[in-house]
């Protein structure tokens, strides 16, 4: 071989010769405030390098910006520019963190609208209800569920709700195909508490049966119950827990809703504001029905009432049995002790039989709510709200005095409610079918 062939070899060699990459350690941010991005020069974020003694800039177009991020600092042999290379994973789970995916903050292609501030909305999200988290219901277990932290407004006023939790598992039908909804909801005190459904057919059962949503709560999610259920699910494959947080529930009147005109179908062309009906396949403008008679089609609830003469004691069935004649939700359970004894308190409950008075159950699955009279109250009635409200015809209802104070005398027990089973909903997409 020649010289001159030589050096063309030896000239070749060189120029596909790659150069060894320069790398150091270092961290993201600078410590006097803690900014890793720098505002004048999108796309590149503050590093410090060595012992944080060095400090500096580079190109960030791999990982997330996030302060004291250990990464790896140097030229890609690609372009010229000094930049970050990598994440230390090692050194940053040695420190008690989680692994950080090697992604660069990009949340400019995902804003909506395009050309709004930075966003230029080349990969928009498309988020559902059910990924917003605040105050979502979630499964903690096989029937436990628990709602996210969140804010609300209650009666008007704004409240930090925090995470709680309701184990499900007692209100699993235990007849063979029957199911149930279960309404979870916050009370006026911000509690989570929940409603019972009536037992149907698991066949048959539909966003009717579920239990409608009292004044001054706020609906959370219908959770579905069925026999034989081994956990409430929640995913892709079936889904148990029907988000109520942005469905529109209005007061039923006589069948009527008031209702925004945002969620009505395209007939007739309803203004917001507008008295609204269901007439089966779309919410349709309609007139109020009057007050006070003269064509009002509101139906009139006929209270359940019971009346116990003498010295009260405890006892299963008092005053008879009461049918109900019609479907009604109880607002409140009422009770009324002439003389409130001497010691001790007065405790009383009602229960249903939907089989002709074979088996009966009660209303007040939590005993803490039932109408309860100390001895030595300031007043003479007491009030309950049932877990289970809604009451169909043909129903049984009875009331056991579960405690009576001593010496106390006479009891009247009176159940408020609103005729009616209508429930309204928005006309969202939510995952069930009717």
């Not at 250990?70 to 963190?97: C, K, M, N, W």
């Amino acid at each position: 071989m020649s010289l001159d062939e030589i050096r063309r070899e030896f000239k070749k060699m060189l120029d596909e010769k790659q150069n060894v990459l320069f790398t150091v350690p270092g961290l993201l941010g600078r410590t006097s405030d803690r900014a890793v991005a720098i505002p004048t020069r999108p796309g590149y974020v503050y590093v410090r390098i060595g012992h944080e003694e060095t400090n500096g800039q580079a190109r960030n177009k791999r990982v997330p910006n996030r302060y004291d991020l250990p990464v790896i600092l140097g030229y890609d042999g690609i372009t010229e520019e000094f930049q970050v290379l990598a994440i230390r994973q090692e050194s940053y789970l040695a420190s008690g963190h989680n692994p950080v995916p090697e992604v660069p903050s990009h949340h400019e292609t995902h804003e909506y609208p395009p050309g709004v501030g930075e966003g230029d909305g080349s990969d928009l999200v498309y988020v559902a209800h059910r990924q917003i988290r605040g105050l979502r219901v979630y499964a903690t277990g096989a029937f436990t569920i628990a709602n996210e932290p969140g804010h609300c407004i209650i009666n008007g006023v704004p409240r930090w709700i925090v995470s709680q939790s309701l184990n499900l598992s007692s209100y699993v039908p235990t007849l063979a195909s029957q199911a149930r909804f279960v309404l979870v909801y916050l009370n006026n005190n911000g509690i989570l508490n929940l409603h019972l459904g009536n037992l149907v057919p698991a066949t048959t059962i539909k966003i009717s049966d579920a239990p409608t949503p009292l004044a001054g709560t706020v609906a959370l999610a219908w959770i579905l119950l069925y026999r034989g259920q081994t956990a409430i699910q929640d995913g892709r494959e079936e889904q148990n827990i029907y988000d109520l947080r942005y469905v529109n529930f209005s007061t039923s009147v006589g069948g009527h809703q008031i209702i925004s005109s945002s969620h009505t179908d395209a007939a007739g062309i309803p203004a917001a504001g507008d008295v609204l009906t269901f007439n089966g396949t779309y919410w349709i403008p309609a007139p109020i029905p009057p007050s006070g008679g003269g064509g009002g089609t509101q139906e009139i609830f006929i209270a359940p009432r019971w009346h116990v003469d003498g010295t009260l004691s405890a006892a299963v069935e008092v005053d008879g049995i009461w049918r109900a004649t019609q479907d009604f939700k109880i607002s409140a359970v009422w009770m009324y002790v002439r003389s409130l004894g001497t010691t001790s308190n007065t405790i009383i409950d009602i229960q249903r039989s939907q089989d002709g008075g074979n088996n009966w159950d009660t209303l007040f699955t939590n005993p803490a709510n039932r109408p309860t009279l100390a001895w030595n109250a300031s007043t003479h009635v007491a009030t309950g709200v049932p877990a289970l409200i809604q009451i169909q015809a043909g129903h049984l209802l009875r009331v056991e005095i579960i405690q009576a104070a001593a010496n106390s005398r006479c009891l009247d027990v009176q159940i408020s409610g609103i005729a009616g089973s209508d429930i309204s909903t928005s006309r969202l997409q939510l995952n069930w079918i009717e």
